[in-house]
Antibody, heavy 119, light 107 residues
Framework: QVQLQESGPGLVKPSQTLSLTCTVSGGSISSGGYYWSWIRQHPGKGLEWIGYIYYSGSTYYNPSLKSRVTISVDTSKNQFSLKLSSVTAADTAVYYC???????????WGQGTLVTVSS | EIVLTQSPATLSLSPGERATLSCRASQSVSSYLAWYQQKPGQAPRLLIYDASNRATGIPARFSGSGSGTDFTLTISSLEPEDFAVYYCQQRSNWFLTFGPGTKVDIK
């Protein structure tokens, strides 16, 4: 059973960089076939795809966030990470990591972590 | 960017009733459409992928249909645990977008 777990600071100051890590267990990122994804949900709102990464390092980002987003992968630790720069209060959200299969959808999700941007 | 529209925004039904949720895409997404269920305080759960395939462990009362721009999620007979928010999601050129959601609440 694949499990994903987000970790990182729950509070980030405006203009700083939000950094989160997703640790994958029960399956190897390096086995291929899946894209490792970040999705966020503003309080009381819908879901917003941030981007994803393949184990090889290929990335795809939401065009609306592309200038501020970096997703990286560390296959030796079976982890992938999100960096979002120059954050504002509008980046306050629950951040989820998830596994995406082209023929399977976002089939495994982390529990989500609330990140608040505030001074 | 492909925009997904979901209707209705809210669906008020009683347990045992049939729920029909709609998702419309601004341009064709072929069959690259998935449906998710989200309950308060929980991560979304994959229900349907590729428009009509049930994900592992999803009860048979959930079914999906459609292709191109018009898609439907049907819950044949609502169980108490089915009252939740439902999102559709598409993939186009490897970019993902979600619809705004349909809330199914108890009448």
């Amino acid at each position: 059973q694949v499990q994903l777990q987000e970790s990182g600071p729950g509070l980030v100051k405006p203009s700083q960089t939000l950094s989160l890590t997703c640790t994958v267990s029960g399956g190897s990122i390096s086995s291929g076939g899946y894209y490792w994804s970040w999705i966020r949900q503003h309080p009381g709102k819908g879901l917003e795809w941030i981007g994803y990464i393949y184990y090889s390092g290929s990335t795809y980002y939401n065009p609306s966030l592309k200038s501020r987003v970096t997703i990286s992968v560390d296959t030796s630790k079976n982890q992938f990470s999100l960096k979002l720069s120059s954050v504002t209060a509008a980046d306050t959200a629950v951040y989820y990591c998830a596994r995406y299969g082209a023929a399977a959808g976002l089939d495994y999700w982390g529990q989500g972590t609330l990140v608040t941007v505030s001074s | 960017e492909i925009v997904l529209t979901q209707s209705p925004a809210t669906l008020s039904l009683s347990p045992g009733e049939r729920a029909t949720l709609s998702c419309r895409a601004s341009q064709s997404v072929s069959s690259y459409l998935a449906w998710y269920q989200q309950k308060p305080g929980q991560a979304p759960r994959l229900l349907i992928y590729d428009a009509s395939n049930r994900a592992t462990g999803i009860p048979a009362r959930f079914s999906g249909s459609g292709s191109g721009t018009d898609f439907t999620l049907t819950i044949s007979s609502l169980e108490p645990e089915d009252f939740a928010v439902y999102y559709c999601q598409q993939r186009s050129n490897w970019f993902l977008t979600f619809g705004p959601g349909t809330k199914v609440d108890i009448k």
